[in-house]
């Protein structure tokens, strides 16, 4: 299999159809899937050197922000979430949040909420600012352009201080889904991982900053990764859902990496925590037996979350061969990771089951085509979303 050239046809296929480049058709943006999808641009672009995936990747980060930064072409309002316009809009384009691209306009706020309907409806997720954050930071490091970052330490400032609030108790908690200008939420319960997710992303914002020389007073986030750090650490980790637990183990990755960088700020027993949950939630998982389901009733992209995950295991043992992980017992986390060596045929069949072309004719896959063809990418290629250093 040429992982390679599999690769070139997605993302070729993917900018031509949702017109990052073209000007004759609407571009098609979505944050998460466009996160991932900067970062496969990068990994082409390291890969090849050919300067036309790097070019891409910035015209996406581009397109993003003037789309997702923007209200919707059916909505009341016009211009930039933040309110900002002018030259200003153009030098902060995350100061407002991004908008999550979903297909239906927002949910108002005196409205019922229809369950169902929330899942078509837009608005902003906290886990997908910080996928964008992620990306914006690969952006920096492979341009050495530090806006780039900059823009993804505004976007961490406004995401934690909207989607965070103070409770009646004193303890802090997150709303998992705000409306499009950040002024009241969408659904009120708190996301298991968001925290977590958001607190690994900080410290990862802040290791770049120091980097490319911008940490300042302006663009301070450690007391919000101090905050977001308090409230993982209330949050169980416990999952069986693909997607999750890949996330778990990407968000270990980089973790691991961090640790090696940033001795005085990781909690040396938090990256064995998070693939102790891990594994026993692969375990669940496959307990369920829903990998013998036909393609119709799975969900590509969540199986391709976990598949990306399971390749940062490799990542971990790589830099335990190279370089000692401060603060961690050795013995207890190579014994944990020799637990994931089961799992490796888990990684192959998975991709291996949607790059079948009779599995990609189900509803399943047509229906999320964009997501579903860019995490096949990431699962392909993962280093491009992985490895940070």
């Known amino acids: 299999m040429n992982k390679l050239a599999i690769v070139k046809t997605i993302m070729t296929d993917f900018s031509k159809r949702t017109c990052i480049k073209e000007k004759s058709c609407e571009p098609k943006r979505y944050l998460w899937t466009d996160a991932f999808a900067v970062c496969n641009f990068l990994e082409l672009y390291h890969l090849t050197d050919i300067m036309y995936y790097k070019?891409?990747?910035?015209?996406l980060v581009e397109q993003v922000h003037h789309v997702l930064g923007r209200h919707r072409d059916d909505d009341s309002r016009s211009g930039w979430i933040s309110g900002?316009?002018?030259?200003?809009?153009?030098?902060?384009?995350?100061?407002?949040?991004l908008r999550i691209g979903k297909r239906l306009n927002e949910r108002k706020e005196a409205e019922p909420q229809d369950e169902r309907?929330?899942?078509?409806?837009?608005?902003?997720?906290?886990?997908?600012?910080?996928?964008?954050?992620?990306a914006l930071n690969q952006v920096t490091e492979t341009t050495e352009d530090p806006k780039y970052n900059r823009w993804a330490l505004e976007l961490a400032k406004t995401a934690y201080d909207r989607f965070s609030y103070e409770t009646p108790y004193g303890t802090r908690r997150m709303y998992w889904k705000m409306s499009i200008d950040l002024s009241y939420p969408l659904v009120s319960s708190m996301?298991?991982?968001?925290?977590?997710?958001g607190y690994i992303t900080y410290l990862s914002l802040l290791r770049t900053a120091e980097k490319y020389g911008n940490l300042s007073k302006e663009l301070d986030i450690g007391s919000r990764t101090e905050g977001l750090y308090q409230m993982a650490s209330t949050m169980g980790m416990?999952?069986?859902?693909?997607?999750?637990?890949?996330?778990?183990?990407?968000?270990?990755?980089?973790?691991?990496?961090?640790?090696?960088?940033?001795?005085d700020e990781v909690p040396s027993d938090q990256l064995y925590d998070i693939l102790r949950h891990a594994e026993q939630g692969i375990r669940r998982f496959l307990a369920e037996d829903t990998l013998k389901y036909p393609a119709e009733y799975r969900l590509a992209f969540r199986e391709l979350g976990l598949s990306i995950g399971l390749h940062g295991i490799g990542v971990i043992e790589q830099l335990l061969e190279t370089q000692s992980i401060e603060g961690v017992n050795e013995k207890m986390l190579r014994s944990q990771l020799?637990?994931?060596?089961?799992?490796?045929?888990?990684?192959?069949?998975?991709?291996t089951f949607w790059l079948d072309e009779e599995n990609q004719k189900s509803s399943t896959w047509t229906e999320h085509l964009d997501?579903?063809?860019?995490?096949?990418?990431?699962?392909?290629?993962?280093?491009?979303?992985?490895?940070?250093?």
């Open 84 to 97: 900002l316009s002018g030259e200003d809009s153009e030098v902060h384009p995350t100061i407002g949040g």
């Open 338 to 351: 020799e637990l994931f060596e089961a799992y490796g045929p888990l990684q192959e069949y998975i991709e």
């Open 191 to 197: 996301g298991q991982h968001d925290a977590l997710d």
């Open 371 to 389: 997501i579903n063809v860019v995490m096949l990418a990431t699962s392909l290629l993962p280093n491009g979303y992985l490895r940070i250093i």
């Open 55 to 59: 070019d891409e990747a910035l015209r």
């Open 117 to 134: 309907l929330e899942w078509e409806q837009d608005g902003q997720y906290f886990h997908y600012l910080t996928k964008w954050m992620h």
């Open 238 to 263: 416990d999952t069986s859902d693909p997607l999750g637990i890949g996330g778990l183990l990407s968000t270990g990755c980089i973790l691991a990496q961090l640790d090696t960088l940033r001795k």
